[in-house]
């Protein structure tokens, strides 16, 4: 079935079930769609709101979150239904291009019934208010061009949690460049964590570039498991482990993975360039580079798996 047949952003959507049951959409423009086939809730939920470790928030201690590619909510949506009781004091702020995503996912019964009354109250808001504002929680919906929406965060406004999950980079390769993935770096408070299901190397060296240390996301129940599937990206603070609900530590493949070409970062000095010309600017440095070649680290690595 497609949803709103021309729209200026994310172009035609077409709805489709993902194996948990729960709904998703493709992007027509983006030639992509929101959530793997393993679920978009359960995805939702093992990649986000469980390594975010919301527990670490009990008795009152603030919690501050960005959201970045809002979309049909799930992401913010699961980290709100895992808050630990007594909530603590949440400030969230969002980023997103198409208001019809969401829109489309409250007129779902399915999306409905996953989640509580008071989550859905938010998501609610958010949709019709952009954002909401409650005793101990507030939220603000920027609606835009996520580079330039960043901008509009206060400057001295950090986040212990960011969700990042924008088209993949070959996709939408506005929203993993060197500067934009500085920016959400630069936005992290001591401890903060983004969350990404990108495995891609590009992203993971412009993260460590900018000073965070690096884990590997665990399968969500039903996906297809592989050797990563996903990326926690922390900021240097309390300690943290190597292993922990939702992550490892990067295997020896995954750091060889980030001397290969594939390491390249997308680059967009003046963050307004558009996808072709972002990509275009890679390839090149690419062909131009003294890294290995990423089919010679697939074939080494596949040598020692089998041999």
């Known amino acids: 079935m497609t949803l ?20 998703s959409l493709q992007s027509e423009r983006f030639g992509e769609a929101f959530h793997n086939s393993a679920g978009a809730r359960n995805e939702a ?53 198409d208001r019809r995503p969401l829109e489309l996912a409250l007129a779902q019964p399915h999306f409905r019934s996953s989640w509580s009354t ?38 001295e406004q950090h986040f212990d949690l960011i969700l990042q999950d924008a088209f993949s980079p070959q996709r939408c390769p506005e ?51 592989g050797w990563s599937s996903g990326t926690m990206a922390v900021r240097p603070g309390p300690p943290i482990p190597d292993a922990g609900p939702g992550w490892r530590a990067l295997l020896a493949m995954e750091e060889e993975h980030l001397h290969t070409r594939a390491a390249v970062p997308f680059r967009d000095p003046s963050s307004a360039d558009d996808s072709a010309a972002i990509l275009r600017r890679r390839s090149l440095e690419q062909a131009s580079c003294k890294l290995e070649a990423t089919n010679a680290w697939q074939r080494r690595w596949r040598q020692d798996a089998t041999g």
């Open 45 to 97: 939920i093992a990649k986000f709101a469980v390594p975010a470790q919301l527990e670490r928030f009990r008795n009152g201690t603030a919690l501050r979150v960005l959201d970045v590619c809002v979309g049909l909510g799930y992401n913010s949506a699961a980290v709100l239904e895992a808050l630990p009781s007594p909530a603590p004091e949440l400030m969230w702020w969002g980023l997103e291009l």
């Open 175 to 225: 929203l993993w460049t060197e500067e934009f993935l500085a920016g959400l770096a630069g936005r992290l408070a001591p401890g903060g964590r983004l969350l990404t299901y990108s495995r891609s190397a590009a992203v993971r060296a412009s993260l460590r570039r900018n000073g965070l240390t690096l884990l590997s996301l665990l399968p969500a129940p039903g996906e297809r498991p």
């Open 4 to 23: 709103h047949d021309c729209g200026p952003d994310l172009g035609a959507l077409h709805a489709y079930p993902t194996a948990d049951g729960s709904f």
């Open 118 to 155: 008071s989550v859905l109250e938010i998501l609610e808001q958010m949709r019709d208010h952009g954002g909401w504002h409650h005793t101990c929680s507030r939220g603000e919906l920027l609606w835009g061009d996520a580079r330039r929406m960043l901008q509009m965060i206060p400057g």
